[in-house]
C-alpha cells in the first residue's frame, strides 16, 4: 500500500523568503507524484506532477519540486513566497502507470507573512 | 471553459436523513472520482467510475454509501441515513483518463446534527 507523509502541518514564512514544503512517500516502487493546492472554499489545483523524465519538475506559479528516489521526497519549494501563496498544500500518490485514485498526505498550511 | 462543478455547496442534515450529492464533470471526461475530506486530513479515495462503470469503490466506508453514474456523465453520491461522522468535504473529480490529470469541483460541505 502507498502511503504519503506531510512534516510540519503549518508552515509560516515571511513574504520573499524561500518555501519549503516536505513531502515523503512509502511504495515498493515509486509512484507518480503530485502537488495539489487548496485555497479556502475551493477544489483542489494541480501544481505540479512527476511521472518519468526529469527529476526537477517545474509548475504554476514558480513552484518546482524534485524527485528523489534514494530518500523517497518530493519536496516543494519555491524560491520568494508572495502573500497570494497562502494556502493548503497537498502532496498525492498514484501507482506508476497512473491506476486510479490519487493517495494523499494530510496536508501543509501555508502561511505567508509581512 | 466549465470545470467540474458540485451542488449543493453545503449541506445540513439532520442524523438519519438521506442525503444526495451531485457532480458535473468536465464535457467528454471518460474517469471520475469521489474523495471524502475530513476537517484537518487530506482527501481520501471513496470510488471511481470509468464512463457509467464503477470500477473500484473500495473506499466507500460502509454500505450506507452509494454513487451512481448511469448515462457516464453526471454522478450522485447517495449518503442513507447519514451519521455524525459523515461530515465533511466530499470532492469530485474528473480527468480525461484513469492516467491523466484529476481535474477537481470546488466540493460539497456536508454537515450531520
Known amino acids: 500500500a502507498q502511503s504519503v507523509t506531510q512534516l510540519g502541518s503549518h508552515v509560516s514564512v515571511s513574504e520573499g523568503a524561500l518555501v519549503l514544503l516536505r513531502c515523503n512517500y512509502s511504495?515498493?516502487?515509486?509512484?507518480?507524484l503530485f502537488w495539489y493546492v487548496q485555497y479556502p472554499n475551493q477544489g483542489l489545483q494541480l501544481l505540479l506532477k512527476?511521472?518519468?523524465?526529469?527529476?526537477l519538475v517545474k509548475g504554476i506559479n514558480g513552484f518546482e519540486a524534485e524527485f528523489k528516489k534514494s530518500e523517497t521526497s518530493f519536496h516543494l519549494t519555491k524560491p520568494s513566497a508572495h502573500m497570494s501563496d497562502a494556502a493548503e498544500y497537498f502532496c498525492?500518490?498514484?501507482?506508476?502507470?497512473?491506476?486510479?485514485?490519487?493517495?494523499f498526505g494530510t496536508g501543509t498550511q501555508l502561511k505567508v507573512e509581512l | 471553459g466549465a470545470g467540474v462543478s458540485q451542488s449543493p455547496r453545503y449541506k445540513v442534515a439532520k442524523r438519519g436523513q438521506d442525503v444526495a450529492l451531485r457532480c458535473d464533470p468536465i464535457?467528454?471526461?471518460?474517469?471520475l472520482f469521489w474523495y471524502q475530506q475530513a476537517l484537518g486530513q487530506g482527501p481520501e479515495f471513496l470510488t471511481y467510475?470509468?464512463?457509467?462503470?464503477?470500477?473500484?469503490k473500495s473506499g466507500l466506508p460502509s454500505d450506507r454509501f452509494f454513487a451512481e453514474r448511469p448515462e457516464g456523465s453526471v454522478s450522485t453520491l447517495k449518503i442513507q441515513r447519514t451519521q455524525q461522522e459523515d461530515s465533511a468535504v466530499y470532492l469530485c473529480?474528473?480527468?480525461?483518463?484513469?492516467?491523466?490529470?484529476?481535474?477537481f469541483g470546488p466540493g460539497t460541505r456536508l454537515t450531520v446534527l
Open positions: 473529480a474528473s480527468s480525461q483518463g484513469s492516467i491523466n490529470e484529476q481535474f
Open positions: 511504495s515498493s516502487v515509486p509512484p507518480y
Open positions: 512527476y511521472t518519468t523524465g526529469a527529476t
Open positions: 498525492a500518490v498514484t501507482p506508476t502507470g497512473g491506476g486510479n485514485k490519487l493517495t
Open positions: 464535457s467528454g471526461h471518460v474517469s
Open positions: 467510475f470509468q464512463n457509467e462503470a464503477q470500477l473500484d
